[in-house]
């Protein structure tokens, strides 16, 4: 278990709304990472964050913004939902001992933007 | 292209088989490669992690790396219907603490 909280789990709103999921860890990781997973696709990198307040674009950052103030805790923002970021969310950690190591994934977010 | 290659599957296997799955990746440089196994409608879970060439084997699960070729597989010996899922290949990119995923095989273990 590497401690990885998501929430919400599950989240169904509209689009224009703004959006923010949560990926808390207990593991004190310097490396998090969101993911979108969808049919066709499997996962893509959103945006990664290497430590507070250091965060990087991942392939398919447009519409998505993040923030890192705490070491446990990274943010995931959907400014203004579209139908098109329906997806299930994912976030990851991976330890700071060098490159190439593992990452450990949450439970998931399932967003639905209608 | 794709810069990891997995072939989508299905792949349909009897139990008590063997399951090869196989991945191909495109960046030389990589140098660490990691099979996770993902449950319909969970997260992927790490199953195997191989960094040298050659193989590695962890209870039923056999994975092979061919760094020359740039391939890497993973062998699953008596196949249990448990074992149906999607397999990601991941492979890291180089220079940075990313990881580069396939789209993932889907298994399926036929009793």
């Known amino acids: 278990d590497a401690g990885i909280t998501q929430s919400p789990r599950h989240k169904v709103t509209e689009t224009g709304t703004p959006v923010t999921l949560r990926c808390h860890q207990t593991?004190?990781?310097?490396?998090m990472y969101w993911y979108r997973q969808d049919p066709g696709h499997g996962l893509r990198l959103i945006h990664y964050?290497?430590?507070?307040?250091?965060?990087d674009k991942g392939e398919v950052s447009d519409g998505y913004s993040v923030s890192r103030s705490k070491t446990e805790d990274f943010l995931l923002t959907l400014e203004s939902a579209t139908s098109s970021q329906t997806s299930v969310y994912f976030c990851?950690?991976?330890?700071?001992?060098?490159?190439?190591?593992?990452?450990?994934f949450g439970d998931g977010t399932r967003l639905s933007i209608l | 292209q794709k810069e990891v290659e997995q072939n989508s599957g299905p792949l349909s296997v009897p139990e008590g088989a063997i399951a090869s799955l196989n991945c191909t990746y495109s960046?030389?440089?990589?140098?660490?490669f990691f099979w996770y196994r993902q449950y319909s409608g969970k997260s992927p879970e790490l199953i195997m992690s191989?960094?040298?060439?050659g193989d590695k084997e962890d209870g039923r699960f056999t994975a092979q790396l061919n760094k020359a070729s740039q391939y890497v597989s993973l062998l699953i010996r008596d196949s249990q219907p448990s074992d149906s899922a999607t397999y990601l290949c991941?492979?890291?990119?180089?220079?940075?603490?990313?990881?580069?995923f396939g789209q993932g095989t889907r298994l399926t273990i036929n009793p």
């Open positions: 964050s290497y430590g507070v307040k250091d965060t």
């Open positions: 990851a950690v991976a330890p700071g001992q060098g490159n190439g190591q593992p990452q450990h």
């Open positions: 191989i960094y040298s060439n």
């Open positions: 960046d030389r440089g990589s140098q660490s």
């Open positions: 991941a492979v890291n990119s180089p220079g940075a603490q990313k990881l580069v």
């Open positions: 593991e004190n990781h310097r490396y």
